[in-house]
């Protein structure tokens, strides 16, 4: 009943800018939860990009800048403003404030299976071939 993500981070082989899952290796996992969303994280800082494709469910427990829409598409991360605000650090290479990146977005999708890993039919146009490919047997179920 759960939904299928794929699970990786930049650090695979194949998980980066141009997917091929093929080099991570499988085809993903099962979600924990039922009602689960694919999520691809892109991280920015100047020219560097890590991305990280997993659940929502698996996020949320470590990630506070998630944003509160989580419909299908992309969209900036959400500004924590009390993250490590009682934390006196004097390691200043610890990240407790999240603010070592530039900028960081959020891509939401649960209408298809292993869907944080396309990027090259999406919106209008990936649901125009679904379209047009279920009409194309439906013709040739009906000519038998």
């Given at each position: 009943?759960?939904?299928?993500?794929?699970?990786?981070?930049?650090?695979?082989?194949?998980?980066?800018?141009?997917?091929?899952?093929?080099?991570?290796?499988?085809?993903?996992?099962?979600?924990?939860?039922?009602?689960?969303?694919c999520v691809k994280v892109i991280?920015?800082?100047?020219?560097?990009?890590?991305?990280?494709?997993?659940?929502?469910?698996?996020?949320?427990?470590?990630?506070?800048?998630?944003?509160?829409?989580?419909?299908?598409?992309?969209?900036?991360?959400?500004?924590?403003?009390?993250?490590?605000?009682?934390?006196?650090?004097?390691?200043?290479?610890?990240?407790?404030?999240?603010?070592?990146?530039?900028?960081?977005?959020?891509?939401?999708?649960?209408?298809?299976?292993?869907?944080?890993?396309?990027?090259?039919?999406?919106?209008?146009?990936?649901?125009?071939?679904?379209?047009?490919?279920?009409?194309?047997?439906?013709?040739?179920?009906?000519?038998?």
């Amino acid at each position: 009943e759960a939904i299928w993500c794929y699970r990786c981070n930049s650090a695979t082989p194949g998980c980066g800018d141009k997917f091929n899952w093929r080099g991570i290796g499988y085809l993903g996992d099962p979600c924990p939860e039922d009602d689960d969303v694919c999520v691809k994280v892109i991280e920015r800082k100047g020219t560097m990009e890590t991305y990280t494709r997993d659940c929502l469910s698996s996020l949320q427990g470590f990630r506070t800048d998630i944003p509160a829409d989580k419909y299908e598409g992309c969209r900036p991360a959400a500004r924590d403003l009390n993250l490590a605000h009682y934390v006196n650090t004097s390691v200043k290479e610890l990240d407790v404030k999240r603010d070592h990146y530039d900028s960081t977005t959020f891509c939401f999708c649960f209408l298809d299976h292993r869907c944080n890993g396309a990027t090259a039919l999406s919106g209008t146009a990936g649901y125009l071939w679904k379209l047009v490919a279920c009409l194309l047997l439906a013709m040739v179920a009906l000519r038998r």
